[in-house]
């Protein structure tokens, strides 16, 4: 894109507005139906259309003009419509009964193949108030579609960015089978606003109301976030171990029955905890008061610092909290909680007994296995790789970067309560690296031999000091790796690299390899993660890749996939998620709003506005610590989320236009013009136009467009794009006057002597100069002899001085042409009366004499030139030889 987009003033007034005014469309919105409908191609095989929210009738006259002739097309809008050829349209509101009465009567027992709602409610109140009743008119608008849609019909709606957004994409996912959310390129770029195209209306016999009931869609799920939810917590519990310099205010109230703000722990608890970074996330202080501890704090591992970092466990930094770490990875295996080495060899001989026998093939066979789930591994992990860039770039293409984002929100959902750091992933994928798998053993003493063994089968036996530093190193790396994974900046600084690559606008799309189980996994998203995660929450051995996936999730999605019918018994199938209890979505949008809520959020929206300035949309609704700001934004671009801007019938002021193409153009087009001023006539007749006021700016830039103006040129061959920069041009008018100026000027330009001649007059000038010098000196000279009389010397200063004047020694004396007449014809001798030099011609000759004349003095200056040139030559040579 040229220029950016500007918010305010005449920016508003772009390139689509000034399209609509030129192509007659009531409102530049209509760029944006046209844009969504060149995409899905839903109007040209429709038949009856219902626009909802429709004046000033942009969408309509859309809608007229690329359905069939003959179809129905039926607008409602608060306020009344101008006529619309083909079109009804009813004044009402759509939320009420008599709206659907009204389209009723219209219809008949007609049905709807399209749905349209572009509503947006007045704006201006209070912004959270604002962004709300938009989503309720959009739970209304989808009331009256699933009253009047054909089954197969289509759902086009707005939707704005906000808490509700999911909440909504999900009832949209029950009602049809293919929902995708889109940003037009004429939707600008500072408004929150989306579409959501659904398709494939499935006109389910039986709709649980509360789909439609904004009270259960947009339930307060901030209220819902009770003591069990312990999701946010822990992150903040997390938060401050990752994170120790950044102070956490804890918005979810304290836990059951724990009021106290100190919390002290024995450290036996931390040494035999399964997360010991929760712990230390948790308590203020770690003691040793019985015998056992008491022997632990004399033991040398315990050192002075690690006495001092368990006394106050607030005022650590990261490399503190590591320390203890290690220490207490020490401290296990000194007390024999770590025995995994001593397994390993255990289970290494066994294996060598038992198998002795068929070791080459059983060899063989491991290799085989290995190899063959490394590839896979290796070929997931670069699929998923792929995926989350792919849905960071559109999400920073449609600005949603917001911290309410639909993909974290999603994650976080899907995670059911699970931390997005939790060293549970952590172990997790360190073991999928096969590099820690040891932390296994360390932190669940309970679990089996045989597990461990399966678990560990890429661990060598090491020496424990080896495999201390080696956990120590794994655990490390897990805390930096997630510290990256939060940060903010890298992940802007990513997204912008790869958004730089993907300049072209394809939409959000919704593609699932049907055929690949894994991608089932990581396409899966909102609400049909959090089913599944849920349903199998008591299934602690639940698939590794899954929850993998989960983390790497956290990117977001933006495009919600209808669930599939086959994901396995959690899954209920389209039938039965019709009576889905719509409270569970609400826990998770719950841990969602808490999760963002926090100051570690509010920092990563600074981080986050450092890096991209522009890029974030504050009006997407920022977490409730920066609400002002965002509020602020919202209030400030309320207009522009609704990016609605009706077209002017007329329009005289003047209007920057934005430069598509080349920003240098129009400064070299203005060098030019100040080196030449205007060149052509078409030029001078608009600029003469322009300054008797006959037109103005506006309408010179307004007859710049026309409907070819922003037609593609790639593909087309060069002698085409040749032939139409010769040819392919506006016809403007041209007046006499613009001529005339242009002539006059043409005129003076050829009236300037070339150069040639003004240096020979220069010459001449000077010559004449020096002719008088000399002959002033000359008559000084005859003034000063005194032999002479002073009429003499009269007569010999006026001589000389005639001579100085005159044009020089080898001036041509003017030959007159003399006709006689009369007595004086066939005479010879002077004619009487004629002075100088003459020559006598016939009165038909005169003009023809003067001409041979002409040529005959030219002729003699030529010669005398030659004469000239030969002497100056031959001095020249004189003088080289002497
Ligand atoms: C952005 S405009 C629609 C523009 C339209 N799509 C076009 O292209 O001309 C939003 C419209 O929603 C209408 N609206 C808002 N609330 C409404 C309601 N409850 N019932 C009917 N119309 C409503 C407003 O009157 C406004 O005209």
Same mark, same amino acid.
């Given at each position: 894109?040229?220029?950016?987009?500007?918010?305010?003033?005449? $920016?508003?007034?772009?390139?689509?507005?000034?399209?609509?005014?030129?192509?007659?469309?009531?409102?530049?919105?209509?760029?944006?139906?046209?844009?969504?409908?060149?995409?899905?191609?839903?109007?040209?095989?429709?038949?009856?259309?219902?626009?909802?929210?429709?004046?000033?009738?942009?969408?309509?006259?859309?809608?007229?003009?690329?359905?069939?002739?003959?179809? @129905?097309?039926?607008?409602?809008?608060? =306020?009344?419509?101008?006529?619309?050829?083909?079109?009804?349209?009813?004044?009402?509101?759509?939320?009420?009964?008599?709206?659907?009465?009204? /389209?009723?009567?219209?219809?008949?027992?007609?049905?709807?193949?399209?749905?349209?709602?572009?509503?947006?409610?007045?704006?201006?109140?209070?912004?959270?108030?604002?962004?709300?009743?938009?989503?309720?008119?959009?739970?209304?608008?989808?009331?009256?579609?699933?009253?009047?849609?054909?089954?197969?019909?289509?759902?086009?709606?707005?939707?704005?960015?906000?808490?509700?957004?999911?909440?909504?994409?999900?009832?949209?996912?029950?009602?049809?089978?293919?929902?995708?959310?889109? +940003?037009?390129?004429?939707?600008?770029?500072?408004?929150?606003?989306?579409?959501?195209?659904?398709?494939?209306?499935?006109?389910?016999?039986?709709?649980?109301?509360?789909?439609?009931?904004?009270?259960? =869609?947009?339930?307060?799920?901030?209220?819902?976030?009770?003591?069990?939810?312990?999701?946010?917590?822990?992150?903040?519990?997390?938060?401050?171990?990752?994170?120790?310099?950044? +102070?956490?205010?804890?918005?979810?109230?304290?836990?059951?029955?724990?009021?106290?703000?100190?919390?002290?722990?024995?450290?036996?608890?931390?040494?035999?905890?399964?997360?010991?970074?929760?712990?230390?996330?948790?308590?203020?202080?770690?003691?040793?008061?019985?015998?056992? #501890?008491?022997?632990?704090?004399?033991?040398?591992?315990?050192? $002075?610092?690690?006495?001092?970092?368990?006394?106050?466990?607030?005022?650590?930094?990261?490399?503190?909290?590591?320390?203890?770490?290690?220490?207490?990875?020490?401290?296990?295996?000194?007390?024999?909680?770590?025995?995994?080495?001593?397994?390993?060899?255990?289970?290494?001989?066994? =294996?060598?007994?038992?198998?002795?026998?068929?070791?080459?093939?059983?060899?063989?066979?491991?290799?085989?296995?290995?190899?063959?789930?490394?590839?896979?591994?290796?070929?997931?992990?670069?699929?998923?790789?792929?995926? /989350?860039?792919?849905?960071?770039?559109?999400?920073?293409?449609?600005?949603?970067?917001?911290?309410?984002?639909?993909?974290?929100?999603?994650?976080?959902?899907?995670?059911?309560?699970?931390?997005?750091?939790?060293?549970?992933?952590?172990?997790?994928?360190?073991?999928?690296?096969?590099?820690?798998?040891?932390?296994?053993?360390?932190?669940?003493?309970?679990?089996?031999?045989?597990?461990?063994?399966?678990?560990?089968?890429?661990?060598?036996?090491?020496?424990?000091?080896?495999?201390?530093?080696?956990?120590?190193?794994?655990? #490390?790396? #897990?805390?930096?790796?997630?510290?990256?994974?939060?940060?903010?900046?890298?992940?802007?600084?990513?997204?912008?690299?790869?958004?730089?690559?993907?300049?072209?606008?394809?939409?959000?799309?919704?593609?699932?390899?049907?055929?690949?189980?894994?991608?089932?996994?990581?396409?899966?998203?909102?609400?049909?993660?959090?089913?599944?995660?849920?349903?199998?929450?008591?299934?602690?051995?639940?698939?590794?890749?899954?929850?993998?996936?989960?983390?790497?999730?956290?990117?977001?999605?933006?495009?919600?996939?209808?669930?599939?019918?086959?994901?396995?018994?959690?899954?209920?199938?389209?039938?039965?998620?019709?009576?889905?209890?719509?409270?569970?979505?609400?826990?998770?949008?719950?841990?969602?709003?808490?999760?963002?809520?926090?100051?570690?959020?509010?920092?990563?929206?600074?981080?986050?506005?450092? @890096?991209?300035?522009?890029?974030?949309?504050?009006?997407?609704?920022?977490?409730?610590?920066?609400?002002?700001?965002?509020?602020?934004?919202?209030?400030?671009?309320?207009?522009?989320?609704?990016?609605?801007?009706?077209?002017?019938?007329?329009?005289?002021?003047?209007?920057?236009?934005?430069?598509?193409?080349?920003?240098?153009?129009?400064?070299? +087009?203005?060098?030019?013009?100040?080196?030449?001023?205007?060149?052509?006539?078409?030029?001078?007749?608009?600029?003469?136009?322009?300054?008797?006021?006959?037109?103005?700016?506006?309408?010179?830039?307004?007859?710049?467009?026309?409907?070819?103006?922003?037609?593609?040129?790639?593909?087309?061959?060069?002698?085409?794009?040749?032939?139409?920069?010769?040819?392919?041009?506006?016809?403007?008018?041209?007046?006499?006057?613009?001529?005339?100026?242009?002539?006059?000027?043409?005129?003076?330009?050829?009236?300037?002597?070339?150069?040639?001649?003004?240096?020979?007059?220069?010459?001449?000038?000077?010559?004449?100069?020096?002719?008088?010098? +000399?002959?002033?000196?000359?008559?000084?000279?005859?003034?000063?002899?005194?032999?002479?009389?002073?009429?003499?010397?009269?007569?010999?200063?006026?001589?000389?001085?005639?001579?100085?004047?005159?044009?020089?020694?080898?001036?041509?004396?003017?030959?007159?042409?003399?006709?006689?007449?009369?007595?004086?014809?066939?005479?010879?001798?002077?004619?009487?009366?004629?002075?100088?030099?003459?020559?006598?011609?016939?009165?038909?000759?005169?003009?023809?004499?003067?001409?041979?004349?002409?040529?005959?003095?030219?002729?003699?200056?030529?010669?005398?030139?030659?004469?000239?040139?030969?002497? =100056?030559?031959?001095?020249?040579?004189?003088?080289?030889?002497?």
């Amino acid at each position: 894109m040229g220029k950016a987009q500007k918010k305010t003033g005449k $920016g508003r007034l772009d390139k689509y507005y000034k399209l609509a005014k030129e192509q007659g469309y009531r409102a530049r919105s209509a760029f944006k139906l046209i844009q969504l409908n060149k995409k899905y191609a839903f109007l040209e095989s429709a038949r009856c259309c219902i626009d909802l929210c429709a004046a000033p009738g942009g969408w309509l006259q859309v809608a007229s003009k690329y359905m069939p002739s003959n179809s @129905v097309i039926v607008g409602v809008d608060l =306020v009344p419509i101008k006529p619309i050829p083909r079109v009804v349209t009813f004044a009402v509101d759509i939320t009420t009964v008599q709206c659907r009465n009204l /389209i009723r009567n219209e219809l008949k027992d007609w049905r709807a193949d399209v749905v349209l709602h572009d509503g947006a409610p007045n704006v201006g109140t209070a912004w959270v108030q604002d962004a709300y009743s938009q989503s309720e008119l959009v739970l209304m608008s989808l009331k009256l579609a699933v009253d009047f849609l054909h089954k197969g019909g289509t759902f086009v709606t707005k939707v704005f960015r906000s808490a509700d957004y999911n909440n909504l994409i999900w009832v949209f996912n029950q009602l049809f089978g293919k929902v995708e959310a889109t +940003k037009p390129p004429s939707s600008r770029n500072v408004s929150a606003e989306i579409f959501v195209v659904c398709r494939d209306f499935l006109a389910p016999k039986h709709i649980d109301p509360k789909f439609l009931d904004p009270k259960h =869609v947009f339930k307060d799920l901030a209220a819902s976030a009770s003591g069990t939810d312990k999701g946010a917590s822990a992150h903040n519990v997390q938060a401050n171990v990752f994170q120790p310099e950044k +102070k956490r205010r804890k918005r979810d109230g304290y836990d059951d029955g724990d009021y106290t703000l100190f919390k002290a722990i024995p450290v036996a608890e931390f040494i035999r905890s399964p997360d010991p970074i929760s712990v230390l996330g948790r308590v203020n202080k770690i003691t040793f008061l019985t015998e056992e #501890e008491k022997e632990w704090y004399a033991l040398d591992i315990t050192t $002075g610092d690690i006495k001092a970092n368990c006394d106050d466990l607030k005022v650590l930094g990261k490399g503190d909290f590591k320390a203890l770490l290690k220490w207490r990875l020490a401290l296990r295996e000194e007390l024999g909680l770590d025995n995994k080495t001593r397994d390993t060899e255990d289970v290494t001989e066994t =294996v060598e007994i038992v198998e002795e026998g068929d070791e080459e093939q059983q060899l063989q066979d491991e290799l085989e296995r290995l190899n063959a789930a490394g590839a896979a591994r290796v070929k997931r992990e670069r699929r998923r790789a792929n995926e /989350i860039k792919t849905r960071t770039i559109q999400r920073m293409q449609l600005q949603m970067t917001a911290p309410l984002d639909i993909g974290l929100e999603q994650h976080d959902a899907s995670l059911g309560g699970q931390d997005f750091f939790s060293l549970g992933d952590a172990e997790m994928r360190l073991r999928k690296r096969g590099g820690v798998s040891a932390l296994d053993d360390q932190d669940d003493a309970d679990s089996s031999e045989e597990e461990r063994a399966a678990v560990d089968e890429n661990d060598s036996v090491l020496d424990p000091d080896e495999e201390r530093q080696r956990k120590v190193a794994g655990l #490390e790396a #897990e805390m930096d790796g997630l510290l990256r994974e939060r940060d903010a900046k890298f992940k802007v600084k990513e997204a912008r690299q790869k958004n730089a690559e993907r300049e072209e606008w394809h939409g959000i799309h919704e593609t699932v390899d049907a055929d690949s189980e894994d991608s089932d996994n990581e396409e899966e998203g909102g609400w049909d993660r959090m089913q599944t995660t849920k349903a199998q929450s008591g299934d602690t051995s639940s698939d590794e890749s899954e929850s993998e996936s989960d983390s790497e999730e956290a990117v977001g999605r933006i495009t919600q996939k209808r669930p599939r019918s086959d994901n396995g018994p959690t899954k209920p199938s389209k039938r039965a998620r019709l009576i889905t209890d719509l409270r569970e979505p609400k826990s998770q949008s719950a841990a969602a709003k808490i999760w963002f809520s926090q100051d570690l959020f509010a920092g990563l929206d600074d981080a986050v506005d450092d @890096v991209e300035d522009e890029n974030i949309d504050a009006g997407s609704f920022a977490g409730d610590e920066d609400g002002s700001d965002a509020k602020a934004d919202w209030e400030d671009t309320a207009g522009d989320d609704d990016d609605f801007e009706v077209v002017e019938a007329d329009e005289d002021d003047d209007v920057d236009m934005w430069d598509v193409d080349n920003e240098n153009e129009d400064q070299m +087009k203005q060098e030019k013009l100040k080196k030449h001023g205007l060149t052509t006539a078409e030029a001078v007749t608009l600029a003469q136009q322009l300054v008797n006021r006959q037109t103005t700016k506006t309408q010179l830039i307004n007859d710049g467009f026309n409907r070819y103006s922003l037609n593609s040129k790639e593909g087309l061959p060069q002698w085409l794009l040749d032939d139409e920069a010769k040819h392919y041009k506006p016809n403007l008018p041209v007046t006499k006057e613009a001529i005339a100026a242009l002539r006059a000027k043409q005129r003076a330009l050829d009236a300037r002597p070339i150069k040639k001649v003004a240096e020979a007059k220069a010459r001449k000038k000077f010559k004449a100069a020096q002719r008088l010098d +000399k002959a002033l000196k000359k008559a000084e000279g005859v003034n000063a002899t005194t032999d002479m009389s002073e009429r003499e010397k009269a007569q010999q200063i006026e001589k000389v001085m005639r001579k100085g004047l005159s044009a020089g020694p080898k001036a041509r004396k003017e030959v007159k042409v003399v006709v006689a007449k009369g007595s004086h014809k066939g005479l010879k001798g002077r004619p009487k009366g004629v002075k100088g030099r003459y020559t006598m011609v016939d009165a038909r000759m005169k003009k023809e004499a003067s001409f041979i004349l002409v040529g005959v003095n030219a002729f003699a200056q030529a010669h005398f030139q030659v004469r000239a040139q030969k002497r =100056v030559e031959k001095a020249n040579k004189k003088r080289k030889r002497t």
